[in-house]
Protein backbone atom coordinates (compact mmCIF):
# COMPACT_ATOMS: atom_id res chain seq x y z
CA UNK A 1 0.00 0.00 0.00
CA UNK A 2 1.15 3.65 -1.47
CA UNK A 3 2.00 6.18 2.07
CA UNK A 4 0.33 8.46 0.45
CA UNK A 5 -2.55 8.04 -2.08
CA UNK A 6 -4.62 10.56 -4.26
CA UNK A 7 -6.80 10.37 -7.01
CA UNK A 8 -4.14 11.55 -9.97
CA UNK A 9 -7.36 12.98 -11.93
CA UNK A 10 -7.62 15.05 -13.67
CA UNK A 11 -10.81 16.74 -12.72
CA UNK A 12 -12.20 19.22 -14.94
CA UNK A 13 -14.32 21.82 -13.41
CA UNK A 14 -15.68 24.94 -14.99
CA UNK A 15 -14.63 28.40 -13.56
CA UNK A 16 -16.70 28.93 -10.56
CA UNK A 17 -17.46 25.71 -9.62
CA UNK A 18 -16.56 24.09 -6.06
CA UNK A 19 -14.12 21.35 -6.02
CA UNK A 20 -12.70 18.75 -3.62
CA UNK A 21 -9.67 16.49 -3.49
CA UNK A 22 -9.12 13.27 -0.91
CA UNK A 23 -5.81 12.25 0.22
CA UNK A 24 -5.29 9.32 2.51
CA UNK A 25 -1.73 8.16 4.29
CA UNK A 26 -1.20 4.98 5.77
CA UNK A 27 1.17 6.00 8.42
CA UNK A 28 -0.76 6.58 12.13
CA UNK A 29 2.43 8.34 13.48
CA UNK A 30 2.38 10.99 10.88
CA UNK A 31 2.65 14.78 12.23
CA UNK A 32 2.18 17.00 10.06
CA UNK A 33 0.13 17.37 6.81
CA UNK A 34 0.06 19.92 3.81
CA UNK A 35 -1.16 20.47 0.65
CA UNK A 36 1.42 21.93 -1.67
CA UNK A 37 0.38 23.52 -5.28
CA UNK A 38 2.81 21.76 -8.31
CA UNK A 39 2.53 24.15 -11.45
CA UNK A 40 4.04 22.26 -14.71
CA UNK A 41 7.73 22.09 -15.01
CA UNK A 42 8.07 24.25 -11.67
CA UNK A 43 9.20 23.46 -7.70
CA UNK A 44 6.43 22.61 -5.72
CA UNK A 45 5.24 25.67 -3.58
CA UNK A 46 3.38 24.96 0.08
CA UNK A 47 -0.81 26.09 -0.24
CA UNK A 48 -1.35 25.63 3.29
CA UNK A 49 -0.19 23.07 6.28
CA UNK A 50 -3.30 21.11 7.71
CA UNK A 51 -4.59 21.52 11.34
CA UNK A 52 -6.68 18.89 13.27
CA UNK A 53 -9.36 21.66 13.52
CA UNK A 54 -9.37 22.15 10.26
CA UNK A 55 -7.86 25.55 8.42
CA UNK A 56 -9.22 28.08 5.93
CA UNK A 57 -7.81 30.28 3.71
CA UNK A 58 -9.44 32.51 1.21
CA UNK A 59 -11.11 30.36 -0.76
CA UNK A 60 -9.10 27.12 0.39
CA UNK A 61 -10.32 24.83 3.20
CA UNK A 62 -8.29 22.01 4.66
CA UNK A 63 -9.43 19.20 6.52
CA UNK A 64 -7.56 16.19 8.59
CA UNK A 65 -9.49 13.17 10.15
CA UNK A 66 -6.59 11.30 11.90
CA UNK A 67 -9.28 8.67 12.86
CA UNK A 68 -9.63 7.86 8.71
CA UNK A 69 -6.25 9.24 8.18
CA UNK A 70 -7.41 11.32 5.57
CA UNK A 71 -7.04 14.75 4.36
CA UNK A 72 -9.08 16.94 2.06
CA UNK A 73 -8.64 20.23 0.45
CA UNK A 74 -11.93 22.55 -0.93
CA UNK A 75 -11.60 25.21 -3.18
CA UNK A 76 -14.09 27.47 -3.71
CA UNK A 77 -15.49 29.79 -6.63
CA UNK A 78 -12.14 28.35 -8.52
CA UNK A 79 -10.16 30.49 -11.07
CA UNK A 80 -8.60 29.02 -13.82
CA UNK A 81 -4.76 30.33 -12.00
CA UNK A 82 -6.24 27.52 -9.90
CA UNK A 83 -5.54 24.89 -12.67
CA UNK A 84 -2.62 22.70 -11.17
CA UNK A 85 -1.22 19.62 -9.47
CA UNK A 86 -2.48 19.55 -5.52
CA UNK A 87 -0.01 17.46 -3.86
CA UNK A 88 -0.50 15.87 -0.71
CA UNK A 89 2.19 16.15 1.87
CA UNK A 90 2.47 13.95 4.81
CA UNK A 91 5.28 14.45 7.39
CA UNK A 92 6.61 11.68 9.96
CA UNK A 93 8.85 12.80 12.78
CA UNK A 94 10.32 8.80 14.35
CA UNK A 95 10.98 8.54 18.13
CA UNK A 96 14.67 9.70 17.17
CA UNK A 97 13.44 12.92 17.39
CA UNK A 98 15.14 13.82 13.54
CA UNK A 99 13.29 15.09 11.10
CA UNK A 100 11.80 13.37 7.87
CA UNK A 101 11.77 14.42 4.06
CA UNK A 102 8.29 14.79 3.33
CA UNK A 103 6.59 12.14 1.51
CA UNK A 104 4.18 13.39 -1.41
CA UNK A 105 1.33 11.67 -2.94
CA UNK A 106 1.43 11.56 -6.56
CA UNK A 107 -0.84 14.50 -7.10
CA UNK A 108 -4.08 15.77 -8.33
CA UNK A 109 -4.26 17.42 -11.49
CA UNK A 110 -7.26 19.94 -11.45
CA UNK A 111 -7.70 21.93 -14.85
CA UNK A 112 -10.28 25.04 -14.81
CA UNK A 113 -12.08 25.62 -17.27
CA UNK A 114 -13.42 28.79 -19.01
CA UNK B 1 9.67 32.72 3.70
CA UNK B 2 13.41 31.73 3.32
CA UNK B 3 14.72 31.66 -0.05
CA UNK B 4 16.56 28.53 -1.63
CA UNK B 5 18.74 28.74 -4.67
CA UNK B 6 19.59 25.57 -7.02
CA UNK B 7 22.45 25.90 -9.66
CA UNK B 8 22.16 24.95 -12.44
CA UNK B 9 18.15 25.14 -13.15
CA UNK B 10 18.76 23.50 -16.58
CA UNK B 11 22.03 21.02 -17.73
CA UNK B 12 22.21 18.97 -20.62
CA UNK B 13 25.29 16.20 -20.55
CA UNK B 14 26.46 13.13 -22.14
CA UNK B 15 25.88 9.72 -21.18
CA UNK B 16 29.25 9.12 -18.62
CA UNK B 17 29.69 12.46 -17.55
CA UNK B 18 29.51 14.20 -14.07
CA UNK B 19 26.92 16.61 -13.34
CA UNK B 20 27.42 18.37 -9.62
CA UNK B 21 23.99 20.62 -8.53
CA UNK B 22 24.53 23.07 -5.83
CA UNK B 23 21.68 24.06 -3.14
CA UNK B 24 21.71 27.32 -1.04
CA UNK B 25 19.79 28.24 1.39
CA UNK B 26 20.34 31.85 1.20
CA UNK B 27 18.65 33.49 4.56
CA UNK B 28 18.11 30.26 6.50
CA UNK B 29 20.28 28.20 8.28
CA UNK B 30 19.53 24.34 6.91
CA UNK B 31 20.12 21.83 9.58
CA UNK B 32 18.72 19.66 7.18
CA UNK B 33 18.89 18.93 3.30
CA UNK B 34 16.34 17.14 1.10
CA UNK B 35 17.18 16.03 -2.48
CA UNK B 36 14.14 14.90 -4.16
CA UNK B 37 13.66 13.38 -7.84
CA UNK B 38 10.59 13.69 -9.66
CA UNK B 39 10.73 11.65 -13.25
CA UNK B 40 7.56 12.87 -15.50
CA UNK B 41 4.21 12.71 -14.25
CA UNK B 42 5.33 11.05 -11.17
CA UNK B 43 5.78 12.35 -7.55
CA UNK B 44 8.41 13.49 -6.15
CA UNK B 45 10.62 10.94 -4.44
CA UNK B 46 13.23 11.39 -1.69
CA UNK B 47 16.32 10.38 -2.76
CA UNK B 48 18.28 11.44 0.49
CA UNK B 49 18.43 13.33 3.81
CA UNK B 50 21.77 14.89 4.84
CA UNK B 51 22.58 16.90 8.14
CA UNK B 52 25.38 19.71 8.05
CA UNK B 53 28.90 17.89 8.55
CA UNK B 54 27.79 14.27 8.54
CA UNK B 55 27.29 11.70 5.91
CA UNK B 56 23.90 11.67 3.63
CA UNK B 57 21.20 8.80 4.44
CA UNK B 58 20.28 7.31 1.14
CA UNK B 59 16.70 6.39 0.64
CA UNK B 60 16.25 2.24 -0.28
CA UNK B 61 17.29 1.85 -4.02
CA UNK B 62 19.43 5.05 -4.00
CA UNK B 63 22.96 4.16 -5.50
CA UNK B 64 25.43 6.46 -3.07
CA UNK B 65 28.32 5.89 -4.98
CA UNK B 66 26.42 7.33 -7.97
CA UNK B 67 24.37 10.12 -6.07
CA UNK B 68 27.06 11.96 -3.91
CA UNK B 69 25.95 14.57 -1.82
CA UNK B 70 28.37 16.52 0.81
CA UNK B 71 26.47 19.39 2.95
CA UNK B 72 29.58 21.27 4.24
CA UNK B 73 28.13 23.94 5.44
CA UNK B 74 24.66 24.97 6.90
CA UNK B 75 23.98 27.18 3.56
CA UNK B 76 25.29 24.89 1.22
CA UNK B 77 24.24 21.30 -0.44
CA UNK B 78 25.53 19.45 -3.61
CA UNK B 79 24.34 16.56 -5.42
CA UNK B 80 26.93 14.91 -7.96
CA UNK B 81 25.20 12.45 -10.26
CA UNK B 82 28.32 10.43 -11.67
CA UNK B 83 28.53 8.89 -14.83
CA UNK B 84 25.64 10.50 -15.88
CA UNK B 85 22.96 7.87 -17.80
CA UNK B 86 20.05 9.06 -20.28
CA UNK B 87 17.75 6.96 -17.21
CA UNK B 88 18.80 9.81 -15.21
CA UNK B 89 17.41 12.42 -16.36
CA UNK B 90 14.77 14.15 -14.25
CA UNK B 91 14.02 17.02 -12.34
CA UNK B 92 15.68 16.91 -9.24
CA UNK B 93 14.96 19.36 -6.79
CA UNK B 94 16.45 20.14 -2.71
CA UNK B 95 14.95 21.50 0.36
CA UNK B 96 16.36 23.30 3.60
CA UNK B 97 15.17 22.22 6.05
CA UNK B 98 15.79 23.83 10.12
CA UNK B 99 14.22 25.53 12.37
CA UNK B 100 13.64 29.12 13.00
CA UNK B 101 13.88 31.38 16.10
CA UNK B 102 10.54 30.18 17.84
CA UNK B 103 11.55 26.67 17.18
CA UNK B 104 9.55 25.88 14.31
CA UNK B 105 10.46 23.32 11.56
CA UNK B 106 10.16 24.72 8.56
CA UNK B 107 11.34 23.58 4.80
CA UNK B 108 11.63 25.35 1.81
CA UNK B 109 12.47 23.81 -1.80
CA UNK B 110 14.35 25.20 -4.30
CA UNK B 111 13.33 25.88 -8.00
CA UNK B 112 14.89 22.50 -8.98
CA UNK B 113 17.12 20.93 -11.95
CA UNK B 114 15.99 19.48 -14.75
CA UNK B 115 18.76 17.23 -16.04
CA UNK B 116 18.87 15.89 -19.69
CA UNK B 117 21.52 12.83 -20.28
CA UNK B 118 22.11 12.24 -24.26
Known amino acids: RKEVEQDPGPFNVPEGATVAFNCTYSNSASQSFFWYRQDCRKEPKLLMSVYSSGNEDGRFTAQLNRASQYISLLIRDSKLSDSATYLCVVNTLYSGGGADGLTFGKGTHLIIQP | GAVVSQHPSRVICKSGTSVKIECRSLDFQATTMFWYRQFPKQSLMLMATSNEGSKATYEQGVEKDKFLINHASLTLSTLTVTSAHPEDSSFYIC??????????????FGPGTRLTVT
Open chain 2, 95 to 108: SAAGRDSSNIYEQY
